[in-house]
């Protein structure tokens, strides 16, 4: 079992950036990624990062303005959002173990944060 916190979510302007960070409870050797959720709406996948942090995956959506990095020293994930707009207003959920590399189902996904609330707006 492993436990994952989010922090690093808020109220940012449009055009702004912003670091979502995640750390897990332990050493995590699988392969680790970021969701997002808009009030109403699907949980749908941002990017997952390779357990030694070489590779990634994207949602084609997203590509360019939101870069996924892990730092497995100190056990925490990182999404580093860009140029965000208010259509980026969501709760973001760290998430770990897909099962297979390549998911982009969240019901693949083993081990789930709490979610971090990111709000865009002026």
């Known amino acids: 079992q492993v436990q994952l916190v989010e922090s690093g979510g808020g109220l940012v302007q449009p055009g702004g950036s912003l670091r979502l960070s995640c750390v897990a409870s332990r050493r995590t050797v699988s392969p680790m990624g970021w969701f997002r959720q808009a009030p109403g709406k699907e949980r749908i996948f941002i990017a997952a990062?390779?357990?030694?942090?070489?590779?990634?995956y994207y949602a084609d959506s997203l590509k360019g303005r939101f870069t996924i990095t892990r730092d497995n020293a100190k056990n925490t994930l990182y999404l580093q959002m860009n140029n965000v707009n208010p259509e980026d207003t969501a709760v973001y959920y760290c998430?770990?173990?897909?099962?297979?590399?390549?998911?982009?189902?969240?019901?693949?996904?083993?081990?789930w944060g709490q979610g971090t609330q990111v709000t865009v707006s002026s």
């Open positions: 990062v390779s357990w030694s942090g070489t590779d990634t």
């Open positions: 998430a770990a173990d897909p099962g297979t590399w390549g998911a982009m189902s969240p019901n693949t996904w083993r081990y």
